[in-house]
Structure formats: structure tokens, C-alpha cells
């Protein structure tokens, strides 16, 4: 089982930047897909961004394309999410998922973190 720990998180203003990580630990995800989801108060869990294993596939949502950018770096079983140019509609718990079956939806994903709160001023 994987375990999967979020950080980074915080209060930015608008325009500013955050880094998150996603520390794997338990089991290696070297061969697994992750991906950040978020989640707003009274909305449902959406895709954000994923990366494939070998990282050469980076699929990302509308939303925050050319603003976010998801890396990993697998000798060290971690996953990031470099966010610029952040608005206050980004405010939400983001999550990281790993998972074995490709997809942007969080049936696709098997093990999860407990999030980190990203919060964006006007």
C-alpha cells in the first residue's frame, strides 16, 4: 500500500506562486501514474494535472494550463505541482493520487493523500 503525504500548501495572493510536493512512501510509485486533484467547499473533486510514470505524458486541465506545471522525480518517490499566476478560483484542498490505470478521473487513482490547502487572496 501506498502511502502519500501532501505539502506545501498556504496562503498566497493573487499572482503569486506555490510549490506543493507528494511523498510516496510505503511502496514505490516508479511504475505508477499520479496526479492532483483539488476540491472547493461544495464542489466536486476535479482533475488538475497528471504525469505519467515516465513522466513524458502531462495531461492538464483548461483550467490551469500554462499556469501549473507537474513534475516527478522517482529516485526520490516524489511528485510536485508548480503553480504561478494563481487566482482566487484555485483556492481549494489539493490532493495527490496514485494509481495504475491511466485517466483523469479519481476512480482511476487507488491510493490518496489527505490534502493540503491552497488558498488564494484577492
Known amino acids: 500500500q501506498v502511502q502519500l503525504v501532501e505539502s506545501g500548501g498556504g496562503l498566497v495572493q493573487a499572482g503569486g506562486s506555490l510549490r506543493l510536493s507528494c511523498a510516496a512512501s510505503?511502496?514505490?510509485?516508479?511504475?505508477?501514474?499520479m496526479a492532483w486533484f483539488r476540491q472547493a467547499p461544495g464542489r466536486e473533486r476535479e482533475f488538475v494535472a497528471a504525469?505519467?510514470?515516465?513522466?513524458?505524458?502531462?495531461p492538464y486541465a483548461d483550467s490551469v494550463k500554462d499556469r501549473f506545471t507537474i513534475s516527478r522525480d522517482n529516485a526520490k518517490n516524489t511528485m510536485y505541482l508548480q503553480m504561478n499566476s494563481l487566482k482566487p478560483e484555485d483556492t481549494a484542498i489539493y490532493y495527490c493520487?496514485?494509481?495504475?490505470?491511466?485517466?483523469?478521473?479519481?476512480?482511476?487513482?487507488?491510493?490518496w493523500g489527505r490534502g493540503t490547502q491552497v488558498t488564494v487572496s484577492s
Open positions: 504525469i505519467s510514470w515516465s513522466g513524458a505524458n502531462t
Open positions: 493520487a496514485a494509481g495504475y490505470r491511466p485517466g483523469n478521473l479519481p476512480s482511476d487513482f487507488t491510493s
Open positions: 510505503g511502496q514505490t510509485v516508479r511504475s505508477a501514474a
